[in-house]
């Protein structure tokens, strides 16, 4: 039995997806091609004159080694602050599932780090690491020199990957924590009356059922850290020192806006567009098969 | 749908009724101003501007912040490119070749004279004027918020190494810093080496010395011009800087590591700093209680022939494809700017130095630099008039120069943390803002400066 609504004439259906087809060329499909377009042409910055040069663009950004090198960066801040944000957040969830007392107020605590804004944590980090004034500034008295990401590549990564893994557990923790919740009490409570223990619990019940929670984390988590780093970026190294923290986005930012190379940044973001699909599918195609949904 | 009709009807009846109510008598003609400052210097400016519209009845000036100056060129481009760009705009020092190549202005000498105006260019500071100007000496923009860069120098440390007065040259700067070290002062001078202080390191300290930044004059002969910054007197500069850095006589200061370098001067942290004179009020404002400070030019390497320092800040660009009306406004505005009296209350109320010769003689006649805070703030008219400005020391016409500055940034970083050598990274300095400029050219083919 046909239970879809159907139209007598398809131009109806037509004219009922009209407006949002024009919503979705307007905001996605136009400037999408726009971009396509810039990335093809050497764009004068204020307009009245574009020379058509193919894919020269692309050519000169993939020979460019600090291209190559803010690709590494990309992929090094979004592996570690991926896996930070998700281990601890999991953590965390699962020790609040528990009911422990006081477990309300770790829910209220831990949900908030997602509501500030990248530039308002980053303002924040930057005085916490400082080396000279916040707190790692002790652990500089006790141990000259070991915190200076002013200089060190390495420490300013390490800055940058704490502030948004900070932000992310926050997020994170209220999908696991309502995954671990949507699990049925009375499974846990047969494990605990066949005698296993908390560790045991976790890994053959909690852990595969909230498989699916811990797919889609990884996949915004992965997305995320590419396009919402900016702005903890921005503030806290600028992309220094020596480009350690020129992500692919905050050079699509400076090259673009700052530097006006239009075109250099649209070649850019088509890459970086690219690369986030291709990171997608690849997660979809092999990881989503662990994935057990119910 | 009929009803629909009626609303759009008796919308169009109201708003027809208004539109012929108004102009019953003659209202000021109204243009934007968008600049680049904030903060302190947002409000000063805001004052200049409800000066101006109570001045005279014809226009006003509608003056709006874009934040920075990053910010302000890249909204007035958006701008421009919907047909909506102010009238007038603050474009910062660099951005002066890519406005150039815009044809998106209106020439300011030009626009005065079609007003009637008599501006007596030659009372421009040659250095200011010439940074703005043709190689044919047309005044494309008006210099508005001018400075260069200082040293500041603590005189209550220096007096400890029995010194009373700045060190003149480089040499003595050394000897200068390590008696200050083995006085125990722990931090003897500051120095921050992001993108920024390509302005003070390599700009400013390549002009004293008359050596080229780029080829065909810094770029003022064509848009082949090319950087050679790693092979003139900067190699030895940057090698001093790096040696100093090493044996802990120059600290970094910078934001983000918790303390920038004028916060670590006016603390009485760090002894001496290479800043802009715009800083003059800051320190003076902020400084520990008691300290005796004071501002030289900038030191050069002995046996140099000093020429003038280069000018900092921007300038004002009256855009194309507005009314006759607004740009009677506009010539009416940059006229009152150009009035010594503006220069006066403009340099109280900021760091920033008067760009004519009358600005800078009205203030000297009304006392101006006598006293604290102002005294020490003529040191920067001095060292932007030390000499005539030569083909090189005019000023730097390089395209996309803010990523030039952001490429000086990330090479200094590389030499001070010992990943490159000195020679290393200013190679790289030089072929990675080469490519830059070859970018540059090849985007405004057949183009020239004007």
Known sequence: MEKRVTFGRWTIGILFAVPQLILIFTFFYWPAGQAVYWSLTLQQPWGGGNIWVGLDNFRSILANADYWNSITASMIFAGISTGLAMVIALVLAALTDRQLAGSWLYRVVLIWPYGIAAPALALAFRFILAPEAGFMAVVNKVWPGFWDPGLDGADAMASIIIAFSWKYVGYNFIFFLAAFQAIPRSLIEAAAMDGSGVIRRFWDIQFPLITPTIFFLLVINITESFQDSFGIVDIMTAGGPANATNLMVYKIYSDGFKGLDYSGAAAQSIILMLLIIALTIVQFRFIERRVHYR | MT??????????????????????????????????????????????????????????????????????????????????????????????????????????DKLMEENGYKIDYSDYFPGIARYY????????????????????????????????????????????????????????????????????????????????????????????????????????????????????????????????????FATGTCQVILTSVGDHGTVGRTQKEGMNWDVAELPVYAGTERKNSLVGGASLWVLSGKSDAEYKGAAAFLNFIHDPKTALFWSTNTGYIPVTKSGFDFMKSNGFYDKAPYKGREVAIESLTASEPTEITRGVRLGNFTQIRAEFGTQMQAIFANKVSVQEGLDTLVKNGDAILERFQQTYPGKTLP
Request: charged letters at 20%.
């Open chain 2, 3 to 108: 009803i629909i009709k009626r609303g759009f009807a008796a919308l169009a009846a109201g708003a027809l009724s208004t539109a012929l109510a108004v102009p019953a008598f003659a209202e000021p003609v109204k243009f934007d101003f968008w600049f680049g400052l904030s903060g302190d210097l947002a409000r000063v400016v805001d004052t200049l501007c409800k000066n101006f519209n109570d001045s005279q009845k014809d226009y006003e000036v509608v003056c709006t912040s874009q934040g920075n100056y990053d910010a302000t060129l890249q909204n007035t481009i958006a701008a421009f490119r919907a047909g909506k760009q102010p009238t007038v705009v603050q474009v910062y020092d660099v951005g002066t070749a890519t406005m150039m190549l815009s044809g998106a202005y209106k020439p300011a």
């Open chain 2, 133 to 264: 100007a043709t190689s044919k000496g047309e005044m494309l923009s008006f210099p508005f918020n001018s400075s260069t860069a200082l040293m500041y120098w603590n005189k209550d440390a220096f007096a400890k190494i029995g010194k009373s007065e700045a060190p003149k040259t480089w040499e003595d700067v050394g000897a200068d810093l390590k008696a200050l070290k083995d006085a125990g002062y722990d931090c003897p001078m500051a120095i921050n080496i992001s993108a920024n202080e390509s302005w003070q390191l390599m700009e400013q300290f390549s002009a004293l010395h008359n050596q080229p930044i780029a080829t065909k004059n810094n770029g003022y002969d064509g848009l082949d011009a090319r950087l050679e910054v790693n092979k003139t007197k900067f190699v030895q500069y940057v090698t001093d800087l790096k040696k100093w850095y090493d044996a802990g006589l120059i600290k970094i200061k910078s934001k983000d590591l918790g303390q920038d370098m004028v916060q670590a």
